[in-house]
């Protein structure tokens, strides 16, 4: 339970961190919600480090459901996501070349959004996207990865054929800085 208090506490005062700043910048025009980058840090775990991601369920933007456990066996890019967040705007188009030009060896992709409403991440998936992407408007998706919490937006993980987190890039993304990540995963034995 502590832990769990913990960890809630580090979020809560991250997304804090989310609403002021010199370097804050507006979200979709709106002048009492604001956007601050992620650290722009990228992990790369060695395999006797790597940790169990935990179980993630749930519905799917377009009315479907997907689970985390469910992908064990293959490499697994998580995305986190909002459609108010400049940043994941920017790298979307990117998630999805990597995605299509990586699925057919053993890789799948998840997104995750969070604090958005509805619509938004539905019309946002609809032209951005072809994988699916778990619907958590509340943010408690991102709680449960209490070892990496993905503390801003975007924020992706790469989690190893066994299940375990192998790779945190808290920044947006390229073809060019995802590939070699994601090849380095699947390269793996």
């Given at each position: 339970?502590?832990?769990?208090?913990?960890?809630?506490?580090?979020?809560?005062?991250?997304?804090?961190?989310?609403?002021t700043?010199?370097?804050?910048?507006?979200?979709?025009?709106?002048?009492?919600?604001?956007?601050?980058?992620?650290?722009?840090?990228?992990?790369?775990?060695?395999?006797?480090?790597?940790?169990?991601?935990?179980?993630?369920?749930?519905?799917?933007?377009?009315?479907?459901?997907?689970?985390?456990?469910?992908?064990?066996?293959?490499?697994?890019?998580?995305?986190?996501?909002?459609?108010?967040?400049?940043?994941?705007?920017?790298?979307?188009?990117?998630?999805e070349?990597?995605?299509?030009?990586?699925?057919?060896?053993?890789?799948?992709?998840?997104?995750?959004?969070?604090?958005?409403?509805?619509?938004?991440a539905?019309?946002?998936?609809?032209?951005?996207?072809?994988?699916?992407?778990?619907?958590?408007?509340?943010?408690?998706?991102?709680?449960?990865?209490?070892?990496?919490?993905?503390?801003?937006?975007?924020?992706?993980?790469?989690i190893?054929?066994?299940?375990?987190?192998?790779?945190?890039?808290?920044?947006?993304?390229?073809?060019?800085?995802?590939?070699?990540?994601?090849?380095?995963?699947?390269?793996?034995?």
């Open positions: 339970m502590r832990r769990y208090l913990l960890v809630l506490a580090a979020v809560v005062v991250a997304l804090a961190g989310c609403t700043g010199h370097d804050a910048v507006t979200k979709t025009g709106s002048t009492d919600s604001r956007y601050v980058a992620a650290d722009g840090k990228t992990v790369v775990y060695p395999p006797a480090q790597r940790k169990d991601a935990p179980a993630v369920t749930g519905s799917t933007v377009d009315g479907g459901s997907a689970d985390l456990a469910s992908l064990k066996g293959s490499v697994v890019v998580m995305n986190f996501w909002a459609a108010w967040c400049p940043p994941c705007r920017l790298e979307s188009t990117d998630l070349s990597v995605y299509k030009s990586t699925k057919d060896s053993g890789v799948a992709f998840l997104g995750v959004n969070t604090r958005d409403e509805e619509d938004s539905k019309s946002f998936e609809d032209t951005r996207m072809t994988y699916p992407s778990l619907f958590d408007p509340t943010g408690r998706i991102a709680l449960r990865f209490s070892d990496v919490p993905p503390t801003a937006l975007p924020c992706t993980l790469i190893d054929r066994s299940g375990k987190i192998a790779v945190v890039i808290r920044n947006g993304v390229t073809v060019a800085s995802l590939t070699p990540l994601v090849q380095q995963i699947v390269a793996e034995t």
